[in-house]
């Protein structure tokens, strides 16, 4: 809350700036979803959200202001082509009219997003947002013991259908604090887990009641305490959780999805079953019973991923070209150091954090105060 004058005075003029820029009169964000790739020119990759798609884009773009900068939109559900994404592209070209200095660009996660978009007159480039997931935070540990059959890195949530483990004998969960508001759903998954206890464990831990996050230290312990990795919903984003478990060394059973989880999917370890509980046991079992080394599943991962990264990468030089700047982002991968690009912070210290990044300004210009 405002402790003084200067910072309410602070926010009644942002509010003004953004309603003379055209956002949403109801919208008044300061924190938002995404990363900062460059500085100079400011380069910002995030997201589409609900229920008014283009927020963290007037989070981000009205700090910005009306200078030259490129904004990179991923997607962290399906944009399946229905009434949904037709009316987040429509937000987006209202944010487009409000900043034309700001070049759009949206990256899909599967070919069909990609045609989606182009029915709207779109361009998608297919880079897959699992392409951010770092091999740094996730890597087969040698000398873990492995306790569980499989793991399930999910919310609490009906829409994960974490029913679908309850068929193998032993399962490890591992799932986030809840989300403000209605946490039915999530206590009676984790009251119908902890029943089947010890055989089935959420691995978080629990306080008053209510499981607490982990730190990526933890989530890779706790998937290298599994044999395999599940991914059950029916429709999402790519699921990063599903690259946490392949960099982890985990094969993975998943169902039938949409969304561009299984775009790095590998047939020598990755196995597509029905959505029933006897097909993802079965499908467990015999994944376990091939005893894949964790190294090859780990190796032919990163094989897969560096393409997709080559290709960020020259995109992103692209861009650079296009503001009128010098390539800077070829080479080694610049963003091992950071567990994946969903990053939830106020928008300053999105900038504050990006000014420290050797990608964050032309070469030789360095960071600044």
Known sequence: ??????????????????????????LERDSASGLVLSVDPPIIHTTLVWPESADYLWAFGSRVGRKPAAIVIYFSWHFDGGFASKRAVER??????????????????????VDSLERFGEKGLLLNH???????????????EVAFDAVYNARLDVSKRVDLAFGIDRVAYVTRHYPAGDQTEAVRLQTLIEARSPA??????VE????????????????????VGLCLSPVEGVMLSSMEYMLAGLPVVSTPSTGGRDFFFDPDFCMIAPPTETAIREAVDTLRARRIPKRHVRDRTLAKLAPQRRGFQAFLDDVLADLGYPPRFGGAWPWSGRRNFSTWATVKDHFAAARQEPTAFPSGHGPRS
């Open 200 to 205: 089935h464990r959420i691995l978080n831990r």
């Open 92 to 113: 987006v070209a209202a944010y487009r009219r409000a900043f034309p200095e700001h070049r759009v660009h949206f990256l899909a996660n599967a070919q069909d997003e």
């Open 130 to 144: 699992n392409l951010s997931v770092s091999e740094r935070f996730f890597f087969p540990i040698d000398d873990a």
């Open 1 to 26: 809350m405002p402790s003084g004058p200067t910072q309410r005075l602070a926010i009644k003029a942002r509010k003004f700036g953004r309603r003379w820029l055209g956002a949403p009169s109801w």
């Open 208 to 227: 008053n009641g209510i499981v607490q996050g982990l730190d990526a230290e933890e989530v890779n312990r706790a998937l290298n305490s599994a044999a």
